[in-house]
């Protein structure tokens, strides 16, 4: 580890998310955060132009999401850490972007001393992974195989999970600038991938599996 803080940078559309997490990283005296982006396309410039050891991620941004936005950093920039802060539960993201080559994912209501001490460990090389993702890891390596909405894209699972929330496919296409034709599409795939026949089923199986 060299001699400099923690250089992080925080991508989120919320202001006041990233005000949040910056209070809570403030507390450490050997992590900085020196760039703040509210979607990809900033992140990208910013990461360009200077030199950070940590990025914080949130998953759902307009735009480019942040699993997208996990997949281009890791490519263009592998030496930076990138750790996954999300509102939703680890059983929804966290294995497809530890696939992605993130550091680790935690939930946006995590303690400080875990955010610090998960800042930390990525920054060192290591990820940080909860007891309960590597039960989940566990089982799938053992043969528990993948929960339905597993086998879906990042996309698909972004209209999955808005679907059984209960918006139209106007509005989910208005919030993912997508056709309806297109989400129609999307909504075709999703029902036959995960074996079910209706929005209903959409969101039973959604409330099941904690998804919304």
Do not use: W
């Amino acid at each position: 580890m060299s001699n400099h803080p923690i250089r992080v940078l925080l991508v989120d559309d919320h202001a006041i998310a990233r005000n949040g997490v910056r209070l809570m990283l403030s507390t450490a005296d050997d992590i900085r955060v020196d760039g703040e982006a509210c979607n990809a396309q900033e992140a990208l410039q910013l990461v360009m132009g200077q030199e950070f050891d940590v990025a914080l991620l949130d998953i759902t941004m307009p735009g480019k999401n942040g699993l997208e936005l996990l997949k281009q950093l890791r490519s263009e920039r592998p030496k930076l850490a990138v750790l996954m802060l999300s509102t939703y539960s680890e059983d929804i993201y966290a294995v497809r972007a530890l696939k992605l080559g993130a550091a680790g994912y935690l939930i946006k209501d995590a303690p400080t001393t875990t955010l610090v001490a998960a800042v930390r460990k990525a920054a060192s090389g290591g990820k940080h992974v909860s007891l309960a993702l590597l039960e989940k890891l566990a089982s799938l390596i053992g043969g528990g195989g993948d929960a339905g909405h597993e086998a879906l894209s990042n996309r698909e699972l972004e209209v999955f999970k808005l679907i059984a929330a209960g918006e139209s496919l106007v509005r989910i296409g208005e919030t993912l600038h997508l056709s309806p034709n297109t989400v129609t599409t999307y909504r075709s795939r999703i029902l036959e991938k995960m074996g079910l026949e209706s929005n209903a089923e959409l969101t039973r199986y959604a409330l099941e599996h904690g998804i919304i």
